[in-house]
C-alpha cells in the first residue's frame, strides 16, 4: 500500500470513530476572572504597542502614555492632564 493510501485510510478511520476532541481544546477553555481579562489585555497592548515600535512612558501611577520619543510622550501627557 502506497504512502497516500495508508494516510488516506488512517484519516477515514478517524473520522469514522467520532472522536473529534482532538479539534475542541477542551483545555483552553477556561473561565477567566475579570482580572485576568485585564491582564491578559494589558499584556496584548503592551506587545501591540512594542511591535509598532513605541515606548513606553510613565507619569505617576497608572499613569503611561506610549510614544515614539519623550517629545510625544510629553506632549499627550499635557493633552490628558499628566503634566
Known amino acids: 500500500m502506497s504512502k497516500t493510501k495508508a494516510l488516506m485510510t488512517i484519516f477515514a478511520a478517524m473520522a469514522m470513530s467520532g472522536d473529534d476532541s482532538f479539534l475542541r481544546n477542551e483545555d483552553y477553555k477556561k473561565n477567566l476572572t475579570d482580572e485576568e481579562k485585564a491582564e491578559l489585555k494589558s ?41
Open 43 to 83: 499584556i496584548a497592548k503592551r506587545k501591540r504597542n512594542k511591535k509598532r515600535g513605541l515606548t513606553e512612558f510613565n507619569y505617576g501611577k497608572n499613569k503611561t502614555i506610549w510614544a515614539l520619543n519623550q517629545k510625544n510622550a510629553d506632549r499627550k501627557a499635557r493633552k490628558k492632564g499628566y503634566l
